[in-house]
């Protein structure tokens, strides 16, 4: 049943801990739907879904000295979407984890499950709508499109099917959004980038002006302006991909690897300096603990 097939990836059990991003599970999925669009093999060796798995965490995953692909691929099990073989010859660890060489030196496989691979190859517009609901429940806005286009999903000819028909409905459950936070966010910035003081409008509204969650909606992160800024598009998408945060003292810090044709007009200028267009008065500061969250775990250098 399509439904059910949801409600089992929507119960992915993603690892929780002081309030870390864990996108390693979500990732792996979609890695595993979209060889599934493409009509690869089912079950995939450890080695590459190690070297993969590991390119998709540091891509779209937080700053991390260690990356574990083999926690994923192990524990993915336990959640009703993945199996593995062989894993009689695989060790574990007291917590439940599988040894990282077990699974290099025996050349373990693992994938999605039989009756879902199957269902994703029979009803392409499912497996589409499983990886649109995991990307959504997991990344913002912003980078939706490029995790599904960097797992094949984009790319794969059924993400050109057409809408499901009335006879097709699939139930989806996700956090709703406040519908007065962008509203609230860009009055409290006075219409304008915080970054570059950008404020182009038509017909007295603004364009291309975004009330940007600092701790990601898709991570809990509340609609209160303590936790919003007004960003153009394009500093609103580079927050979001880390390329650059804020302190606590609204000091702009760039991360160290950006580069590029533009960057010193966009970006670059900025660095160090504080928010050209913090909160007016009457209006309270983005909160100490979601930018923390943003150094921590969305932007692209350690800090």
């Not at 798995?53 to 959640?79: S, V």
């Not at 409290?188 to 975004?210: H, I, K, S």
């Not at 690897?257 to 660095?271: A, F, I, N, T």
């Amino acid at each position: 049943m399509p439904d059910d097939t949801l409600q089992r990836f929507q119960a992915l059990n993603v690892w929780k801990a002081r309030d870390m991003r864990a996108p390693h599970k979500p990732l792996l999925a979609l890695w595993a739907i979209g060889r599934c669009l493409r009509g690869d093999e089912r079950l995939a060796p450890f080695g590459l879904v190690d070297q993969e798995l590991a390119e998709l965490l540091q891509r779209f995953g937080p700053h991390r000295r260690t990356i574990h692909t083999e926690d994923p691929f192990w524990r993915m099990q336990r959640d009703e979407v993945w199996e593995v073989d062989q894993s009689r010859l695989v060790r574990t660890t007291k917590a439940g984890g599988a040894y990282k060489s077990d699974l290099k030196r025996h050349e373990i496989h693992g994938g999605l499950k039989k009756a879902d691979y199957s269902a994703f190859r029979t009803n392409p517009r499912l497996a589409i709508r499983v990886a649109e609901d995991l990307v959504a429940s997991h990344f913002p806005a912003t980078l939706q499109d490029e995790v599904l286009e960097a797992t094949s999903i984009l790319a794969s000819p059924s993400a050109e099917i057409e809408p499901l028909d009335d006879r097709q409905s699939f139930t989806v459950r996700r956090r709703p959004r406040d519908p007065v936070f962008r509203k609230k966010v860009l009055a409290a910035y006075g219409y304008r980038c915080a970054v570059c003081r950008f404020a182009v409008q038509r017909d007295n509204r603004p364009l291309a002006l975004e009330a940007a969650h600092i701790k990601w909606h898709e991570a809990r992160g509340p609609a209160e302006i303590e936790n919003g800024m007004a960003l153009c598009a394009l500093h609103h998408d580079l927050f979001d991909r880390g390329a650059f945060t804020v302190l606590s003292d609204l000091r702009v810090i760039v991360a160290a690897d950006v580069d590029g044709e533009g960057v010193e007009q966009s970006l670059r200028r900025y660095d160090g300096g504080h928010l050209k267009a913090g909160p007016q008065q009457g209006y309270p500061n983005p909160a100490a603990n979601f930018l923390g969250w943003h150094q921590r775990e969305v932007f692209r250098s350690p800090m």
